[in-house]
């Protein structure tokens, strides 16, 4: 039985409550949240846990394994550091802090100590994103040209990050995924229409190697709610549709062929249009998996999929996406 303590219970944290409580294995040990209101919506639904407002308090008992860190992007490098000093594994959401320096301590530290780190990388947990990953590496889809995503809705609109840090995460982790590499350099740009200095929307673009191109839109004011990746590949194309409730990936046998007209020994282009098709995907929570394999990683001391060195590499990208907002566009390099 893995003991694991929740800090934070605000919209999405209740969410981790609900999973981590749910599984067998695990027992949550504590949960903590400074918001009175927060923890008491949380007893309604869980009575029998221990819930407390002071995080480093319930650190200190020795027989908590993990903690779960879902509180404002801006206290995650406090808490986690606390965690790791505490002796915890720990399970932190996105993003994992807001700076690259303060990432790369926590992920020191946390080798240093012999801890795991996970970062809420959700969709790596998603099935769909999953089978996405074989195609490629299987080479369905042939080279990856170009990838595109939305995620869009007319949502909770936060107050301390911007929509960048606050969705983009979830897209940038899947695209670094699927293609195996990081950026060398981003562009971003996006506007501020409902507070100063925060981004409502924001459409980045990532340029790869090998001519790979990626772009991100994201935004809290929209008339849709758009959750959507388009792959482009040399021999087919992909759509993962992530509002469907069932069907989300589409493989499209289309492309456009290269051919050698013998009349005049010269190159002509022809459009292909093929079948469609819909694979049957398992349906599982994705936040559920992500849960599962946070206790398993804990249990067998394996690595995360989402662990210190994807969360950095996001991370980085994120950092150069935020000065090339600020400079209204302009290529910025990704650290490596
Ligand atoms: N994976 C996802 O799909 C997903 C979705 C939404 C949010 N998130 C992430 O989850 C985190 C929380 O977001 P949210 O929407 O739940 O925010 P929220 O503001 O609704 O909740 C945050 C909670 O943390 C508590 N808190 C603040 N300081 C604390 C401290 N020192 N100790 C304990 N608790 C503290 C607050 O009182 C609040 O209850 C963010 O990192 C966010 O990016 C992830």
């Known amino acids: 039985m893995i003991k694991v303590g929740i800090i934070g219970v605000g919209d999405w944290g209740k969410n981790l409550l609900r999973n981590f409580a749910s599984l067998k294995d695990c027992e949550v040990a504590f949960v903590c949240d400074p918001d009175e ?10 009575p029998h846990l221990n819930f407390c407002q002071d995080y480093k308090k319930a650190l200190t008992q020795d027989q908590i394994q993990a903690v779960v860190i879902a509180t404002p992007p ?3 490098y406090e808490i986690a550091h606390h965690a790791v000093m ?12 807001l700076d690259s320096s303060e ?3 926590l992920c020191e530290l946390a080798e240093k100590k012999q801890r795991l780190l996970m970062v809420g990388h959700i969709m790596l947990y998603h099935t769909a994103t999953l089978r996405l990953k074989k195609y490629i590496e299987e080479g369905e889809l042939g080279e990856v040209r170009y990838v595109y995503s939305t995620r869009v809705n007319l949502g909770k609109v936060r107050q301390e990050e911007n929509a960048l840090w606050s969705f983009a995460p979830h897209d940038i982790s899947v695209i670094l995924y699927l293609l195996g590499q990081t950026p060398v350099s981003v562009s971003c740009s996006g506007s501020c229409y409902l507070q100063p200095g925060i981004e409502d929307v924001v459409f980045l673009t990532m340029h790869f190697n090998n001519n790979v191109i990626a772009n991100v839109h994201v935004s809290w ?16 194309m992909a759509v993962f549709d992530d509002t469907k409730a069932s069907e ?33 995907i398992d349906s599982v929570e994705p936040l559920q ?34 000065k090339s907002l600020k400079m209204g566009g302009t290529p910025v390099e990704v650290e490596c």
């Not at 209101?37 to 869980?46: M, V």
């Not at 690595?303 to 950095?312: F, V």
């Open 103 to 105: 990432g790369e301590k």
């Open 289 to 322: 998996s992500e849960c599962q394999h946070f206790l398993e990683c804990v249990k067998d001391r394996k690595k995360p999929r989402s662990d210190g060195k994807e969360a950095l590499a996001v991370l980085k990208v994120l950092v150069a996406a935020q």
């Open 37 to 46: 209101k927060n923890l008491k919506k949380a007893a309604r639904l869980f």
């Open 86 to 97: 505490a002796g915890k594994d720990i399970f932190v959401e996105k993003p994992l802090v």
């Open 74 to 76: 801006a206290t995650h």
């Open 221 to 236: 004011l929209d008339p849709h709610k758009d959750r959507k990746l388009t792959i482009v590949g040399s021999k087919k």
């Open 248 to 280: 989300k990936v589409w493989i499209f046998d289309k492309g456009v062929d290269s051919n050698m007209d013998y009349n005049t020994y010269g190159e002509y282009l022809s459009l292909r249009t093929g079948d469609i098709v819909i694979p049957k």
